[in-house]
């Protein structure tokens, strides 16, 4: 680990005035259990860490309001998964959060980080001699034509393959959640689907924040379909391990067990948080039957690109989508 200056202000505002001050290559710490590990790695080398955690003002977490759920960018993933409101009415965002980490990760780990924590492709991590076009841009991926196993199958470019690992913004792109960001002009509001980035030719930028923007906080639209949903997660083992494939899924269905509403969103599968649209729409309008599962699964995964280990997440996510949707459809149907 190389040597950094360490600042601690007290409000946001000066967090961000610290960034600006800090210049280029300067990094947030919140949790730490992404950051240090990427530093103890020498994938991040910042020459400044703004330390954020203790900044009560990115800490609530309101699921009381008539419109939205709120949560701050600094609370803890385990506050946020016990909620009471959240694991009875959203049980889909209380899943993602439990079953993505060891208890002792979610004490720790905060919202902010969670969503922009960065992958746990092999080559990237392990550095020389692989080569990675998100550690040094233009030198080349090496997982193609690797071992790619766990890698994603949709949104892949010819310069990364690499699978974005986070549970909780998949479940959260289901149900078109927003983010509320500070930087030195002010705050601005995104929709989480455009906060991150697939590959392309430039697969070290990952999301659209700038370097002096933070996250404040995520809020979530109130919808009927949120009691209906579920998230579920294939991995090698039950314990903490990163997802295979996995899928969030919404219903809201009418008396007679008609779709109205359906919410689709991949994890494990793809170089970004993936959400199925048109496999939503697939289901709109009619019976949530076994056949209709599958086809949405299958229509989720039409534009797949695997690779010389990996084509068997494609049945495999297809599978999770069916299997997640009849969940939801069983709490839609109460």
Not at 39 to 62: G, N, Y
Not at 142 to 166: E, F, M, N
């Amino acid at each position: 680990m190389r040597p950094f200056t360490y600042a601690a202000p007290a409000t946001v505002t000066e967090a961000i005035d610290a960034l600006v001050a800090s210049g280029p290559g300067a990094k947030l710490l919140a949790g730490g259990t992404n950051l240090y590990d990427l530093m103890r790695l020498e994938v991040e080398t910042p020459p400044a860490v703004v330390d954020i955690h203790r900044l009560a003002e990115l800490t609530i977490i309101d699921a009381t309001g008539p419109t939205e759920l709120v949560f701050g960018s600094g609370a803890r993933m385990a506050d946020v998964a016990e909620d009471p409101t959240v694991k009875s009415d959203y049980p889909a965002l209380s899943e993602s959060l439990w079953r993505a980490a060891s208890q002792q990760l979610r004490n720790m780990a905060t919202l902010g980080g969670n969503l922009l924590q960065r992958t746990r492709c092999g080559y990237f991590r392990g550095g020389a001699p692989y080569a990675c076009n998100k550690r040094e841009p233009g030198s080349g991926c090496d997982a193609r034509g690797g071992i790619d196993t766990g890698h994603a199958v949709l949104g892949v470019s010819d310069a990364c393959i690499a699978t974005y690992p986070g549970d909780f913004a998949v479940a959260l792109i289901a149900f078109d959640a927003l983010i509320d960001v500070a930087g030195p002009g002010g705050e601005r509001t995104m929709a989480l689907a455009d906060l991150h980035l697939e590959p392309g030719d430039t697969p070290h930028r990952e999301h659209t924040l700038d370097a002096d923007e933070l996250i404040l906080r995520i809020r979530v639209p109130l919808t009927p379909a949120g009691r209906g949903s579920t998230y579920l997660k294939i991995r090698p083992r039950e314990s903490y391990a990163f997802a295979l494939a996995s899928a969030a899924a919404a219903l809201a269905l009418d008396g007679d067990g008609t779709v109205d509403d359906c919410r689709i969103a991949l994890g494990g599968v793809a170089t970004r948080p993936w959400r199925a649209l048109a496999a939503e729409a697939s289901l709109i309008g009619g019976p949530l039957t076994e056949q209709a599962a599958r086809r949405a699964g299958e229509i989720a995964f039409a534009g797949a690109r695997p690779g010389r280990h990996n084509a068997f997440k494609i049945e495999l996510g297809i599978r999770t989508v069916g299997d997640a949707l009849r969940i939801a459809a069983r709490r839609a149907a109460g």
